[in-house]
């Protein structure tokens, strides 16, 4: 008879431990939603009278953390201090919720408070406490006296009014060219916040002589490792252009990647009411910049097709085709070791793979296309690969439509 009562036990017991460890790989594996909702069935296994509940709670608190839902891994971290209150990861756990929310003084108190629970072990202190001076930086770079209100509101006015404009392009086609001209307008901002700021311009004279040199360094770190100029050449090419949809979207993006960092940079009481949007974008972000990489080589592919039925601009074509073998260039540059920008590199890079694997299959999978295109079409894509190629491009060269342009 007892084992008809003690077998259900270590059978949940058997399951809350897979379960946890099934959780455990898939926050390895970046598996965020999979691990919640293993922690979530052990946590209802285990019960409220579990010796585990509140580490499962915890867990939990750390998957919903990592997807960006802050308030879910609050609450789950506020359950489990109210059942063991010294129990330091559980403070720490409600710590990092709160920075996710922009709580950065309430997150401080979080991490105080796990420093001295009984159980706090030594080898967690160094990174507590970086956490708690990370929370003082912040709160202090919110005070009114260190943040320039009027330019960070600004700033997100503008983009607001960009992402306003995309959707009523739908009913009037000038709202296209009104967002693209914001678009413009930020970009143009920033460059000259990067001028303003730049070393190469702190100590010049007026006199041509001396401006040059500081323009022509400031230019080459401008250019390949902020893009901030080379963005001027697709924004004015859909702008001179009749409004194609696939090349507004990628400025509509860019805004929307922007929006969280200027939140994070209001003062704490706006940003907290604010702090749902953080959390909804910040998770996206990777994705939409891929995606906005993509468009912005389909939408070359457009601006070819206008041209060829007549209905585009030849200028604009080269243009924006200049602009993505620029991109494309640098992207190929900064896997050789020029500098340090994975993630934008990363999603051009993948993007014209994947494109090129298309057109691969389109062209030389089909038997009834004769070999005398496929063989043009593989010296084609020799010759603008060539025109690509970082090396080549240091030196001047390179071949091609403006090959004595070094963008290097």
């Known amino acids: 008879y007892l084992d008809v009562f003690v077998a259900p036990k270590r059978m949940s017991s058997e399951e809350v431990k897979a379960l946890n460890k099934s959780a455990k790989e898939a926050l390895t594996e970046k598996k965020y939603e999979k691990a919640a909702e293993d922690y979530s069935k052990a946590i209802d296994l285990e019960g ?36 063991s209150p010294e129990f330091y990861k559980a403070y720490i756990r409600r710590g990092d919720a709160l920075c996710g929310l922009l709580s950065y003084q309430d997150a401080s108190t979080a991490f105080n408070r796990a420093l001295t ?20 930086q912040m709160s202090q770079s919110r005070s009114a006296k260190s943040i320039d209100l009027i330019k960070v509101l600004a700033e997100f006015a ?32 920033k460059v000259y916040r990067s001028a303003a700021a730049s070393p190469a311009f702190q100590n010049v004279s007026l006199s041509f002589s001396s401006m040059w040199p500081a323009f022509q360094n400031w230019f080459k770190d401008e250019f390949v490792k902020r893009q ?27 805004s929307v990647t922007r929006i969280p960092g200027l939140i994070k940079k209001l003062p704490e009481g706006m940003a907290r009411s604010l702090a749902f949007v953080v959390n909804k974008v910040e998770p996206m972000r990777p994705k939409l910049r891929e995606y906005a990489a993509l468009l912005e080589i ?24 200049q602009y993505l073998r620029m991109s494309y260039t640098i992207a190929r540059h900064t896997t050789q070791g020029y500098y340090t920008q994975p993630n934008w590199s990363k999603f051009v890079l993948s993007q014209w793979v994947k494109i090129g694997a298309q057109l691969d ?46 963008i290097m």
């Not at 629970?117 to 003082?136: D, Q, V």
């Not at 963005?231 to 860019?254: D, E, N, Q």
């Open 117 to 136: 629970t009984n159980g706090c072990p030594s080898s967690m202190e160094e990174s507590i406490r970086e956490k708690i001076n990370y929370c003082t």
């Open 158 to 189: 503008l983009h607001a009014f960009i992402l306003l404009c995309g959707p009523l392009y739908l009913l009037n086609p000038r709202f296209f060219y009104w967002s693209v001209k914001a678009g413009i307008c930020y970009n143009a901002l």
């Open 298 to 321: 389909y939408t070359g592919f457009v601006i070819m097709i206008l041209c060829l039925v007549g209905a585009g601009s030849f200028i604009s074509l080269i243009m924006y085709w």
């Open 361 to 406: 299959s389109i062209i030389l999978g089909p038997s009834f296309i004769p070999q005398v295109v496929k063989g043009g079409y593989m010296k084609a894509k020799s010759y603008v690969y060539g025109m690509t190629d970082p090396q080549a491009q240091s030196r001047g060269g390179g071949g091609g439509l403006m090959s004595k342009c070094s």
């Open 48 to 83: 409220k009278e579990g010796k585990n509940y509140h580490k499962l709670l915890c867990n939990r608190a750390r998957a919903y953390g990592l997807m960006g839902k802050h308030t879910d891994s609050l609450k789950d971290a506020d359950k489990a201090i109210e059942i």
């Open 228 to 254: 901030n100029v080379m963005l001027f050449f697709p924004y004015a090419v859909i702008l001179i252009s009749r409004p194609i949809p696939t090349g507004l979207l990628p400025l509509l993006i860019r």
